[in-house]
């Protein structure tokens, strides 16, 4: 079977990662890897999440499994958290997947069944797995601009000329927060706009919602979301918990669709219930057990709800650090962007091979196309990272 097989080509993260992991320079610092990291270099488990599993452990007295599409409880504390009140409970379907990532590929997976001839529009640029997956699935891509790259801002006039092409029935996926990789956030009125576009055109917005509250609350965080959501007779959302909660590697995360009434919505359920079975059958419950424990509780909700707004407040106090650092370094305001970024990610604008420099002369060890994590960086990596950016790419 193996043998003449063409091996997949690597991701070029996972890659960063095996080449970080054996660099034995003390000064080593990684801005690759997805995760949030407090500034003692952790990836900690939430207090939170810790009450809520010890709380699970007591109690629960079985391991039988719950449905296809999860427990309805976590649907219903999901839905409550993404979209709030924006739309009737009876126009909701969901189901529990393996990770945001999961609940993407079942939505894709759902729109090559049921139409096949749909488009999926991805911002540029967008996370490689966006189209990774939409490729594997045999989807056509479109992209629609979206990053300046002179400004470190929003295309805005070219992405609206671009949504305006999309067909009937095609996918529009946006990011409901901390755009990955760019950093670049929506306003409200872009969401109005973009909500205004889909209506004209017919297509459906598809929304990644990774970070939610990780950028400047969890209510303004899901604002484009639920106005979308509001305004339009059908959106396709995928929800991850793994960075809000901390929750990476118990894989949680939902998918959502809103749909335009009751009966599409009991359709919406069963299909997703369907692709559920066809890919693993029952979904992982211990984490999606956790989340809805939490979120059931207005004790363990108040401390989580601390514990986030201290990782946000945290991420954005470094970013507005590291800018001032590049101010001083470079003696210009290039780098002023990162500071009004949201989220773990910005592009820093180096070419591949600025990127090998930072990495082979300074043991920084940045994504090849210029994607930094800003969470990956300590108190003490700042001044250190400045003067190598300063020295690389000015």
Known sequence: MFDAVSLPETDQILRLMAIYAGDDRPLKVDLGVGVYRSPDGRTPVMAAVKQAEQRIWQN?????????????????????????????????????????????????????????DAAVWLSDPTWPNHSSIARYLGLT???????????????????????????????????????????????????QAIGATLETTGAIPFIDMAYQGFGNSLEED?????????????????????????????????????????????????????FNRQNYSFPPDHGARVVETILGDP???????????????????????????LRVETGSDRFGFLGSHRGMFSLIG?????????????????????R?????????????????????LI
């Open 60 to 116: 629960q007295n079985t391991k039988s499994y719950v449905g296809l599409a999860g427990d309805p409880a976590f649907h219903g504390a999901m839905r409550s958290l993404v979209l709030g009140d924006a739309v009737p409970v009876g126009r909701v379907a969901a189901a529990a997947a393996p990770g945001g990532t999961g609940a993407i590929r079942q939505i894709l997976e759902m729109t090559k069944r049921l139409t096949p």
């Open 141 to 191: 891509i479109r992209t629609y601009r979206y990053y300046d790259a002179e400004t470190g801002g929003l295309d805005r006039a070219g992405m609206m000329a671009d949504l305006s092409a999309a067909a009937p029935g095609d996918l529009v996926l946006l990011h409901a927060c901390c755009h990955n990789p760019t950093g670049v956030e929506l306003s409200l009125q872009d969401w």
């Open 222 to 274: 899901a604002a484009g979301t639920r106005l979308l959501a509001g305004m339009l007779p059908e959106t396709l959302i995928a929800a991850s918990c793994s960075k809000n909660f901390g929750l990476y590697r118990d894989r949680v995360g939902i998918a959502i669709a809103v749909t335009s009434g009751e009966t599409a919505q009991g359709a919406a359920q069963a299909m997703l219930a369907y």
């Open 299 to 325: 004790i363990l909700t108040d401390i989580w709800r601390t514990e986030l707004r201290g990782m946000r407040e945290g991420m954005n106090a470094t970013r507005a650090a590291f800018a001032e650092a």
């Open 350 to 370: 180096a070419t591949p091979e600025q990127v090998d420099r930072l990495r082979e002369e300074h043991a920084i060890y940045v994504v090849r196309d210029g």
């Open 372 to 392: 930094m994590n800003v969470a990956g960086l300590t108190p003490d990596a700042i001044p250190h990272v400045a003067r190598a950016m300063a020295e690389v």
